[in-house]
């Protein structure tokens, strides 16, 4: 039926989509993983699509901030409930930057160092309001 909606995860990634967005996919085929769906999204050509990590290693600190500054705002239009912020060990200022940014970022919900096995300290995973 035309309207309804499922709730699809991919990833960190939860999204409600139209059910005639997505299509069942046969697993004997092979063209799929565990899920058994695939989907095919059409993104607006005049905006770029936004990635659920943002990657700052390697900037200097004013970089880094105008770059987490947007992408805070990018994550907030795009209804992403999740993202990771990869700044690194290194001599921690990257991650200070990032802590305090999301600390008392109005739209941030809730946040964390990584687990070991999703990059540890290295990086900061943020659920959004």
Wanted: glycine share 12%; hydrophobic share 35%.
């Amino acid at each position: 039926m035309k309207g309804e909606s499922l709730q699809v995860a991919a990833g960190y990634v939860k999204i409600w989509m139209n059910k005639d967005q997505v299509q069942k996919i046969d697993k004997s085929s092979g063209q799929t993983d565990a899920g058994g769906v695939r989907m095919d999204l059409k993104i607006n050509k005049d905006s770029a699509p936004i990635r659920i990590e943002l990657d700052l290693r390697g900037m200097r600190y004013e970089e880094a901030d105008i770059a987490l500054d947007k992408y805070l705002e990018d994550l907030t239009l795009s209804g992403f409930p999740l993202a990771r912020i990869v700044h690194g060990k290194g001599t921690g200022t990257l991650r200070s930057l990032v802590l305090e940014k999301v600390k008392s970022h109005p739209l941030v919900k809730a946040f964390r160092l990584g687990e070991p096995g999703e990059g540890g300290d290295g990086v900061t995973i943020l659920e959004m309001r």
